[in-house]
């Protein structure tokens, strides 16, 4: 089973950037998906991005809006996914998770929590 670990959230202000980190342990499927959820205080948890094992990054249709403010990566030979998060605003508050998505089953990481102070 693959585990996952997030990092780099933090309190941020208005404006500010972050970087996520999520770094994966285990033994991965050669097909296989990474991506970034985050869960609002009160609010269901949602796809924020994809990135699959050949490099394609697909946003969530309701996260198109970010595109210009997050960016999302990976570095396959580290095992880790990122996610650049500039312009951070308060409605980016949140716990932001990590999964992971093969044929063989799914992960999920322990999140890290993001807030951003205005």
């Known amino acids: 089973q693959v585990q996952l670990v997030e990092s780099g959230g933090g309190l941020v202000q208005v404006g500010g950037s972050l970087r996520l980190s999520c770094v994966a342990s285990?033994?991965?499927?050669?097909?296989?998906?990474m991506g970034w959820y985050r869960q609002a205080p009160g609010k269901q948890r949602e796809l924020v991005v994809t990135v699959t094992s050949d490099g394609r990054i697909i946003y969530a249709d309701s996260m198109n809006s970010l595109k210009d403010r997050f960016t999302a990566s990976r570095d396959n030979a580290k095992k880790t996914l990122y996610l650049q998060m500039n312009s951070l605003k308060p409605e980016d508050t949140a716990v932001y998770f990590c999964k992971y998505t093969a044929i063989g089953g799914s992960s999920w990481g322990q999140g890290t929590q993001v807030t951003v102070s205005s």
């Open positions: 285990g033994s991965m499927s050669r097909i296989n998906s």
